[in-house]
């Protein structure tokens, strides 16, 4: 099994930045895939980005070009640096890993981008 923690939610202006993190509670050297979903209000859940193990990433169209996924091996942590942020980027964002076939989920963090 694996704990998710996500941080680094916030308001932030339209245009700004922000950086969100994912702390695992195992090394994440064995999880397969982690990522990040988020799910705006009255919206489905949605994929923002995943990444491999071996680095491989798949974003979202609608985030290309803004959002940058990074793995921190020796911290068990992932990160999502946003920028160039738009109202439709509000959600809850969550963090999910795949481990030996199952998935996992953080409790998620809000993105509100509002002026």
């Known amino acids: 099994q694996v704990q998710l923690v996500e941080s680094g939610g916030g308001l932030v202006q339209p245009g700004g930045s922000l950086r969100l993190s994912c702390a695992a509670s195992?090394?994440?050297?064995?999880?397969?895939?982690m990522g990040w979903y988020r799910q705006a209000p009255g919206k489905e859940r949605e994929l923002v980005v995943t990444i491999t193990g071996g680095g491989n990433t798949n974003y979202a169209d609608s985030v290309k070009g803004r959002f940058t996924i990074s793995r921190e091996d020796a911290k068990n942590t992932i990160c999502l640096q946003m920028n160039s942020l738009k109202p439709e980027d509000t959600a809850v964002y969550y963090c999910h890993a795949v481990l030996y076939g199952v998935a996992y989920w953080g409790k998620g963090t809000l993105v509100t981008v509002s002026s």
């Open positions: 195992r090394s994440i050297f064995s999880i397969s895939a």
